[in-house]
């Protein structure tokens, strides 16, 4: 499982000459059952993903892939957890 921190960058100013790709890449990470959650970083400083069932290598490339990423509208850091312990409603996170 990831945690996936887009924070605002350099050309955050170029944020909605890419939005529509931005929003695409994320309907398809969802889409492909990748992305679990998407949501903004508050107030205003970017966003977050949570990500599953995908390797770390896929993730970086899916990430770079984001046009907010490759145009430098936000930088991003990828968080690796291993869970161990969840509310059972997210015991789907600790399945092998």
Known sequence: MFVVLLRSADNKSQAEEHMAG???WIRQG???GVFLLVGGIQ???GGA???HGT???DLRQRVAADP???????SA???EIAPNLTDPRL???TAN
């Open 49 to 51: 993903v949570l990500a």
């Open 22 to 24: 931005h929003q695409e």
């Open 77 to 79: 850091e990828i968080i």
């Open 55 to 57: 390797t770390l290598d």
């Open 91 to 93: 015991a789907f996170l």
């Open 68 to 74: 907010f990423v490759a145009h430098e509208v936000v």
């Open 43 to 45: 107030p205003g400083q």
């Open 30 to 32: 969802v889409s492909d």
